[in-house]
């Protein structure tokens, strides 16, 4: 090696680290609790703490944003923050709902069609900035930002959705958690078994364990009259709150280091 070799200054590659954590059955479960929570806490800081729609949902944006920005940080998987993050936006994506029905008076139909329309832009923006929709490389602020931002509109369009079919259709309760448990079950099936393109299924079985998760929560809370069981609010928050609690112990805990690594 020359003196001109040694000279040159090295190129180090910087790692980075996939912000979001596999695919796994423990991602699946928690996401459902925390999807359940969302619609339970919601109705319980609004209605059994006397805040109201207002300002609850003034609150808890407050509060979303500081955890987004804490996550933000992390720049890699960390159980606690990205968790904390997605029961927060589960929370406000159902509160963005109620304001538009309860607040607004915007019909049920109106609502789901504008998330549908909202999240199907935010894809088509990822993917023309990013060329993918991946969950794999989601390693830069950009990507983690489409990322976040088609979270929200997938807790709004499942709760929307969701209510449209419990309520307005009549289904019930029960019987609306038992129909998009078939389409998800479906979903699954087509990804491991008919070739559907493993990205879709991903994305269209995310959106669709929102409306799952609302309509247990409602079917463990709701009174009797309204087709539930009569849990309460409370009870059935303190419940997934302390089952979300252990299973991010458990991820942190087996998980720990299991972000695909990247470099630049």
């Known amino acids: 090696m020359g003196l001109s070799d040694m000279a040159k200054p090295k190129t180090l590659r910087t790692p980075q680290f996939n912000r979001v954590p596999k695919v796994t059955l423990d ?4 996401k459902l609790l925390a999807v359940t929570m969302g619609e339970t806490a919601a109705d319980y800081l609004a209605v059994n703490m006397g805040l109201g729609l207002t ?6 944006a407050a509060v979303l944003v500081a955890a987004l920005a804490l996550q933000f940080r992390q720049k890699r998987y960390v159980p606690w923050s990205y968790w904390l993050a997605v029961v927060l936006i589960s929370v406000v994506g159902t509160l963005v709902t109620d304001n538009m029905v309860d607040n607004f008076g915007i019909a049920l139909t109106t ?7 909202a999240l199907a832009v935010t894809f088509a923006a990822w993917y023309a900035s990013e060329r993918t929709l991946s969950i794999h ?27 449209l079919v419990s309520e307005q259709f009549g289904l019930g309760y029960l019987n609306t958690g038992i ?19 493993p990205i879709l299924a991903f994305w269209l079985a995310y959106i669709f364990t929102r409306p799952l998760g609302a309509s247990l929560g409602d079917f463990l809370s709701q009174p009797h009259e309204y087709g539930g069981l009569n849990l309460g609010t409370t009870l ?6 302390g089952l979300i609690a252990a299973t991010v112990v458990y991820m942190t805990l087996s998980h720990d280091g299991d972000e695909t690594l990247l470099e630049r």
């Open 236 to 241: 059935t928050s303190v419940i997934f709150l």
């Open 27 to 30: 991602f699946w479960l928690i």
């Open 137 to 163: 490389t989601v390693f830069t602020n950009r990507r983690e930002a489409f990322y976040w931002l088609a979270i929200l509109f997938t807790f709004a369009l499942g709760t929307a959705a969701g209510d």
């Open 179 to 197: 129909l998009f448990g078939m389409i998800i079950g479906s979903l699954t099936f087509g990804c491991f078994f008919l070739g559907l393109d």
């Open 111 to 117: 609502s789901t069609i504008f998330f549908t329309v």
């Open 55 to 60: 300002a609850t949902s003034v609150i808890m």
